[in-house]
């Protein structure tokens, strides 16, 4: 069943709200195999969402609309409902009443305004808000289906998952198709893609997407309905073609991160990390202490952005960075060794490079970044040239770190 | 001048990423004075991604699209802008040697389907991408503007802010409305808003609108269109009324972040700083480094999660621990005296806490958090009780400890 959400409130237009509802939705209505094909934005203004909403209800079969349900004035979603289906609006005595008890409850009288929140298009089946003030509700149109949801994310949430879902499962919603995402870190997006068509024909019942992000290439594979046989048999043989492509490059599946991964084998290995950052300025170490019960084998993260640092902190040669200079291969390795030492731990990793704007020199320019992982026997650097920006040569040096973490423990 | 924000990617729909590329488009344009109008997110299909370029053609004055420009066959806005405007595909010859020469520089050789990447609507001007492979592009339609940038947001971001706002600006789209966003940490919104109320009638010819965020609430003032004199006059007496009651809450206007703030404050009173961090697990450093130029006051970063490292490294006393616990007052200021001295810094700051969603207990709950700040002369701690996630409050906790150092050096 194709469907279109549609978030209406200004402080989303402006940039000033990020919107989450969105994705949150998209996630659920997936899940129960609905086909989210279009997303829509729009501000509280009376015209402009009764266009949006007379677009969706041409070619979605599920309209889902969130926000501009509250009591003030700049809250039209109710009137542009009622407008656009031609349904007048009636008060819900009921409705009403239970509005006026939540204020009694706390001790006030329910501001007129709020009468408002008690007005609903004919017809419309009422969807209970038990978290907060605005009730939702639903309008069957023919064969279409209108859910209207409260702005506040948590709301919408409780009311998505309480009402819509149960509701979309028992009016027979097909499953649509399933989705596998594999997830993949130092494989260049293109090479990737050029290995996997050249199999092209080996993968039957299966569409490929790619979705880069800032440091790895997430391979999303949807699966073509059919009989759940068929489809658990096309995701087997999926696996069995793709992984080796992969190879090593292949750490995680669906939402689980490369900072988890490194974690679940740090504990399962039973072995402990300690970091040393220089061009990463704590990145590393606050990505892997994101993960709750990272103090199980995060020892020490020491950022030593000054030579001076690196020498007293790190126990890093003076005498090597005058030689080397602090950006090189050498120097990583000493702070991987040192901060290993100094945080009694089992693997030291550590970055050094150049993340810009400013800094850069020919030999060694904006980009260049050394990491370096040492263990009690051996200790072995990493040279990275890497572009963009400096927010994004720190984040995509992170990840180098926690990749290069993870394949020592492979 | 109207615009409409189409972002496409087959992730998106999914759920599987979080649209962030139009939260900052939004900002960048309204900040510029185009209105945005209409957000619409399609995924990676022909025929769906052709219609709503249609569709926003016809309605908007500026088109910006992000997504689909990829080397992959599911990439496809290239090809659809193509269709829709009836412009032949060219391949540029410099664009495919730029981009073959990226992959020399690497040492491989550009795989055949990045080709693709070299390909052109007739009569676009192509907008280089100086972070990432895929070049964008702008097509002046009659008097409308397409622009398409790539879906990486550290791409689109850089792209938008080098190409594509100078080139708004220069057409001369219409400034509609003055906006100045007013920065504030530490002080409720709630009680933020009855202060302003309570002066309302002074504030003549701006409205305001309070945008809390993860840790602060920003207040935008728009000034309602009129004389350029008027509307300075009228800025004027908003600042002088509002900055009294933010006090030393406010922190900046517009883009500026708390570590930017603080960065310039080191510069100019020529000091240096250490931070020594466990609650926060790195965060507070990385903060601190995001600010190019950081190395000239940011010493030494420590995470110290075990009790172990901040007695090793830190030189906090096991017997204090012991005693007071590692989450307690004492330990924190004894944090920051040892980070200050072990990096030789004029300033030492700390956090530790319970970020959870384990660790918590009756006396000690998650969202316990402590910062301190040591100078030479004196140290002192502050107490918080945070709410949130893990993530939510290590990101409060390392806002507080930047605010405590901003406060330290006014």
Redesign the interface.
Known sequence: MKSEVITVGS??????????N???????L?SIGAE????????DDHE?VAD?LR?ALRRAEIVVMTGGLGPTPDDVTRKVVSTVLGRNLLLNDSVLEAIRERYRMRGTQMPGINERQALFPKGAEVIENKVGAAPGFLIKEGEKLLFALPGVPLEAEVMLEQHVLPRLTQSGTPRGRE?V?LRTVGL????M??RI?SMREQLEGVS???????YGV?L?LTFKKGEPTQLALNERVARQRLLPILGKHFYGEGDKTLEEVVGELLVSKRRKLA?A?SV???????L???V????RY?????????D??KC??LGVSDELIREKGAVSEQVAIEMARGVRK???ADIGVSSTGIA???GGRAEKPVGLVYIAVATQRKASAEEL?L??????I?RRASAAALEMVRRSLL
């Open positions: 402080e989303i237009m402006s940039g000033h709200t990020l919107d989450t969105f994705r949150f939705i998209a996630r659920k997936s989210v094909v279009w997303h829509t934005s729009v501000g402009t949006v677009v989705q995402v260049p997006e293109s090479i893609a050029e068509a490929i997407s790619y979705l880069p992000h800032d997430d999303c970091v950052e990463t300025g704590g990145m590393v170490s606050q892997i202490t994101s709750p019960g990272a103090s995060f020892m020490l993260g020491v950022t030593a952005y000054s001076e640092t007293k902190v100094k945080g009694a810009g704007p400013g040239r572009v963009g920006n400096r927010a994004l720190t």
